[in-house]
């Protein structure tokens, strides 16, 4: 059960393709985000979508994956583990984000026919 301390299971299209680049020692980075879409039906019986963006991050041999195969609107399942930081950005105002590490990514759909 440790292992369900902090992880998260989403599946969802990327909105744009992985920003991958070297950081320390040669030590691959991507950043990219998927948005997950539910559905359901208010009192009226009408449809309604609800889509949340969630922001991920891969190092080493699941950067270099992301960087290699995928590309925006792939869809993909992640595994992993939800982090907290913050910065102070250009005008020194302090911002908080919230982000993925991504443990495992599966495609699930890319697009290639």
Known sequence: MNNLRNSVRLIGNLGMNPEVKEVGNNKLLAKFSIATTE???NDEGEKISDTQWH???????QAK??????????????E?????????DKDGVKRFITEIIVHEILMINTGNK
Not at 55 to 61: F, I, M, R, S, T
């Open 65 to 78: 994956i992301a960087e290699k195969y995928l590309k925006k609107g792939n869809e993909v399942a992640i």
């Open 55 to 61: 922001n991920l991050v891969a190092w080493g041999n």
């Open 39 to 41: 559905s359901f039906k």
């Open 80 to 88: 992993g583990k939800l982090t907290s930081r913050s910065y102070n």
